[in-house]
């Protein structure tokens, strides 16, 4: 039973009124000072506005790092020189009100409910409902790296690309069917995102994938000894992939559905696996090179332009060096993915992020599994 206060109320609703009128961070300061004795519905009531106070704020930021974006996208196609002042230079504002009652039954109700993340079995259940499609797997992860390196040579990737990612994204050790957060197992582990296999590839890139480059799949895997069942497979994969508009988020809609789940579930195949992995590192080096960045990307680089999109990438990767101690990593990111980016948050630079970035790498290259992989390129 919830309890519930004798006392009057007239301080705490005079701190209400106040939060009404006060600009977001005195508003989750008042919030917060209200809390001592206050009853569940006051505390509620608390939280409720601190927390929306911030959401103000932090839409306000975000709208400011969208619109010097768009202005940056627009002064590189001009030919212009992009400069400090065309980034936000102040960082994310941070929460800093009351926290929310524990003594809760209900939904947090600035927040809305969080739909459960598929994991590999419910991939393959997909694909074998959807498409009768069970994937071929390896003998072992080494024969996957085996023929993940094989594509990656033959696509112009090198060694040191190719290792360095799958030791960032892995943790050195990761399997070709390793899903993000569950990588290292431990109890109550639990899947944060449906990113699986060395790139940690997302539903939506695989459905992306089969709609853009699927006829280029056919033709690779028609020019090696993989039964026509297998590639009958594919094709069906193909048609479903293509039956939105080919775009981004009508793939991310796709993605959803049962057959978009059963459609990841190719990123286990010995044969289809690879070509995916490989394309979605592929894809970033052209886009690169599409908007004038003729330099070889480093593994540090491309693995930007893989966490935050390849617009968003080459607006990183591109940056004036002179200015990256001083530009925060916030305005190469939407809101949630900087939010789920422990690495970006922390760093607060582009400067720090990729010297966190390369340490990272340089440390967990030299994990078993990432040695692996290097000796099979």
């Keep these: 039973m919830r309890y519930r206060s004798a006392y009057p109320l007239s301080g705490l609703l005079f701190a209400a009124a106040l939060l009404l009128a006060a600009g977001p961070a005195y508003a989750q300061r008042v919030a917060t000072q209200a809390q001592s004795g206050a009853s569940y519905e006051a505390r509620l ?8 106070a911030y959401e103000a704020e932090a839409r306000a930021y975000w709208d400011s790092i969208a619109e010097k974006r768009r202005n940056r996208f627009a002064k590189r196609r001009n030919g212009e020189v992009v400069v ?12 800093k009100g009351p926290p929310r009652p524990t003594d809760m039954d209900e939904p947090d109700p600035t927040k809305p409910p969080r739909a459960p993340i598929p994991v590999v079995a419910d991939f393959l259940k997909a694909a074998a409902d959807h498409y009768r499609f069970v994937p071929q797997r390896p003998a072992s992860d080494a024969d996957f790296k085996r023929a993940y390196a094989r594509e990656a040579k033959a696509a112009g990737l090198t060694r040191d690309q190719i290792v360095r990612i799958y030791a960032f994204e892995t943790g050195g050790n990761g399997t070709y069917d390793v899903q993000s957060g569950l990588t290292h197992p431990r109890p109550n582990a639990r899947a944060i995102s449906t990113a699986v296999g060395y790139n940690q590839l997302l539903t939506t890139n695989s459905v ?9 799949f ?8 993989v039964p026509e069942s297998k590639i009958a497979h594919l094709k069906r994969m193909i048609a479903f992939s293509r039956t939105v508009p080919n775009q981004w988020g009508e793939h991310d809609k796709l993605a959803k559905t049962r057959g978009g789940m059963g459609i990841h579930a190719a990123v286990l195949d010995r044969d289809f696996g690879p070509l995916l992995q490989v394309q979605k590192l592929v894809n970033s080096v052209k886009f690169a090179q599409t908007k004038g960045h003729s330099a070889r ?13 390849d617009g968003n990438g080459i607006d990183l990767v591109t ?26 948050r922390r760093t607060g630079t582009v400067a720090a992020l990729y010297a966190e970035m390369n340490g990272i790498m340089d440390r967990l290259s030299q994990q078993p599994g990432a040695k692996e992989l290097a000796s099979a390129f």
Excluded: C, H, K, W
Aim: cysteine-free.
């Design 84 to 95: 400090l002042d065309d980034y936000v230079l102040t960082q994310p504002p941070v929460y």
């Design 45 to 52: 009531a608390a939280y409720t506005r601190a927390r929306n």
């Design 218 to 225: 056919l033709r690779a895997l028609q020019q090696r000894e």
């Design 208 to 216: 992306s994938l089969l709609a853009g480059y699927g006829d280029q």
């Design 319 to 344: 940056m004036p060096q002179s200015i990256r101690d001083r530009v925060p990593t916030s305005n190469f990111f939407q809101r949630g993915g900087y939010e789920r980016n422990g690495i970006a």
């Design 297 to 309: 990307l480093t593994a540090a680089e491309l693995e930007m332009m893989n966490l935050t999109g």
